[in-house]
């Protein structure tokens, strides 16, 4: 019978028996795939599983927080968290080009990482031997890897570190799809902040900033996010919609007035969307209630943006991200 409680029970034996005395790492995205693997490989191996979060400074508001309190209290996960913000800055600086800040992005991530399990390799206590990844089942069909059973492969000079290393993969999750993956991250205790988490892009803000990215802008665009996602969970619409992308025009100005002045600043764009798979998108009718609601308020509390903008293009023509 497939219930959570047997998947979790099934893959606890399997690992304890797996890794033995030896340690395990795994990286955290903040996304619900790396959450939810990380948990069930703990609660088989405790403090021989360490984590890494490559704080990359383009989360949204209270992101970072979330994987350090939140997780770190549902699961006792021993937790290394990098603080890269200035690294990311600094290579992001003068760069507009979407595709330039992908790989700048993607580049910097893998050399924090890897320093990062690095230095946990170089501790002292028992070798590290496995990597744990939060594959699941689409994503193996999808590598054409089929359906067999068997969770765990050699895999080699994982994430570039020296070629002599070499790692075991385990994927706990291998056998599941996203809805069983929620459920087993339930039964394991996650929050459900974490556990029903919409998908958010690696490269994080940095690709929802029009332009240039810097500092204030990232944090202006923090605000205008953390309005949208408060209003749109206070009407209840986070199950209705696949995600909604707030991105900021930095390199756009328009005229507006506020008080008895005159502005001149930056639109934000909303880009609500419902979706089964990411691969087609239509944009989302929402409430016009609550677009009103999300507009006032980000027009009052976020300086420098006078205007907000409703995205209304579906998924082909328009990508769901804006860059
Ligand atoms: P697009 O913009 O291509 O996005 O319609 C499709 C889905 O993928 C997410 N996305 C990403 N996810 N790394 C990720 O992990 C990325 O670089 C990335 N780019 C886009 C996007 O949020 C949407 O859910």
Known sequence: DWTTGNVIEEQVTAIRELVGDKRAICGLSGGVDSAVAAALVQKAIGSQLTCVYVDHGLMRKGETEQVEKDFVAAT????????????????????????????????????????????????????????????????????????????????????????????????????LFKDEVRMVGQELGLPEEIVQRQPFPGPGLGIRIVGEVTKERLDLLREADAIAREELTAAGLDRDIWQCPVVLLADVRSVGVQGDGRTYG????????????????DWSRLPYDVLARISTRITNEVRDVNRVVLDVTSKPPGTIEWE
């Open 266 to 281: 930056h639109p934000i764009v909303l880009r609500p969307v419902s979706s089964e798979d990411a691969m087609t998108a």
């Open 76 to 175: 006792g996960v021993q937790l290394k968290v990098v603080d890269a913000e200035q690294r990311f800055l600094d290579a992001l600086a003068g760069v507009s080009d979407p595709e330039e800040k992908r790989k700048i992005i993607g580049r910097e991530f893998i050399r924090v990482f890897e320093q990062a399990q690095a230095e946990i390799i170089a501790d002292e206590g028992p070798a590290v031997e496995f990597l744990v990844q939060g594959t699941l089942y689409p994503d193996v069909v999808e590598s054409g890897g089929g359906t067999g059973t068997a969770n765990i492969k050699s895999h080699h000079n994982v994430g570039g570190l020296p070629e002599d290393l070499e790692f075991k993969l385990i994927e706990p999750l291998r056998k």
